[in-house]
């Protein structure tokens, strides 16, 4: 039987700290170096919410006009919620604020800000749309 001086003096295969801390030390640099080369996929997910977004906004645009015979610059009043935004605390998950900026009687703009600076370049991307469905980027993150 073994005593307890045995096994306490008894060498185990283990790694050290110091092992440990350059293989984390290497996993950061490899992701700081790769980080650049996603943001732009980060930036063009998170514009589809808009593009999404502004499709049901026309649809409905659409679908109010076919009653009243002009649009509406109302949200509330053709049936758009807008989601909780991600700045408006934990439980936002919008990452656009949805706005209607001009409509007429013939025709409407609307269009999409976002309220995160998605790749941290300073400028927030802004999407529009109209009354003929023509969605295009205003103001590319």
């Known amino acids: 039987m073994r005593t307890k001086q045995t096994l306490l003096r008894k060498k185990l295969n283990a790694y050290t700290l110091t092992e440990i801390l350059v293989v984390l030390?290497?996993?950061?640099?490899?992701?700081?170096?790769?980080?650049?080369?996603?943001?732009?996929?980060?930036?063009?997910?998170?514009?589809?919410?808009?593009?999404?977004?502004?499709?049901?906004?026309?649809?409905?645009?659409?679908?109010?006009?076919?009653?009243h015979s002009k649009y509406s610059k109302d949200l509330t009043e053709i049936g758009f919620i807008q989601e909780k935004l991600v700045t408006d605390g934990s439980e936002?998950?919008?990452?656009?604020?949805?706005e209607i900026s001009n409509a007429t009687n013939t025709g409407f703009t609307a269009k999409a800000t976002a309220v995160v600076d998605f790749n941290g370049n300073g400028t927030f991307n802004v999407w529009e749309i109209d009354q003929n469905k023509a969605l295009k980027e205003v103001t590319p993150d």
């Open 92 to 98: 936002g998950r919008a990452n656009y604020r949805i």
């Open 25 to 67: 030390v290497i996993i950061g640099i490899l992701i700081l170096m790769a980080l650049p080369n996603l943001l732009p996929l980060i930036t063009k997910a998170k514009s589809l919410e808009a593009k999404t977004q502004l499709n049901h906004l026309q649809t409905l645009e659409q679908s109010y006009f076919y009653e």
